[in-house]
């Protein structure tokens, strides 16, 4: 059975790479550790995972270009016995793919819960005009000119 992708218009061109992420992320996904996402402010982002056990020492935050992957991993402590163990130390990878521009400003752990915070950076509009020559001569004038103007959509 093939998959449909959900970039296969035609007025989306170069959208290859995000499409390959978005599998990759996907495949990885699991439900360990559970995590929110929240605004903070204007332009600001909380990710806060539920980490109950672990210690900075078992956790690791990485930046890879737009990548941001947690990874969690407890040493087991062979001397212990338990007659019951219900809370597993168990490792986990958490990736989260991140917009072009947005900076992870911080990170805090506090009982339990592994903070990271990032900030969107607000974006101006690009302007840029495009000259259209015509049929094979150079011609610099106004009217062979076209005005592309970015515009967000809210």
Do not use: C, W
Not at 3 to 12: A, C, E, I, K, T
Not at 46 to 58: E, Q
Not at 76 to 95: N, P, T
Not at 118 to 140: N, Q, S, Y
Request: proline share 4%.
């Amino acid at each position: 059975m093939s998959r449909v992708s959900m970039f296969n218009s035609p007025l989306l061109l170069g959208f290859d790479q995000l499409e390959r992420t978005l599998d990759r992320l996907a495949k990885n996904a699991e439900g360990y550790p559970p995590y929110n996402i929240e605004r903070i402010g204007e332009n600001g982002l909380r990710i806060t995972l539920a980490v109950a056990g672990f210690t900075s020492d078992d956790l690791a935050i990485e930046l890879v270009e737009n990548q941001l992957m947690v990874r969690g991993k407890q040493v087991d402590e062979g001397d212990r016995i338990f007659l019951h163990r219900g809370i597993a130390a168990r490792q986990f990878q958490r990736a989260f793919m991140l917009a072009d521009g947005i900076e992870v400003v911080g990170a805090r752990l506090d009982n339990g819960l592994l903070s990271i915070d990032l900030v969107r950076p607000v974006l101006e509009p690009k302007i840029r005009t495009i000259r259209i020559e015509a049929g094979g001569r150079d011609v610099a004038s106004p009217d062979n000119t076209i005005d592309i103007t970015a515009r967000r959509s809210r």
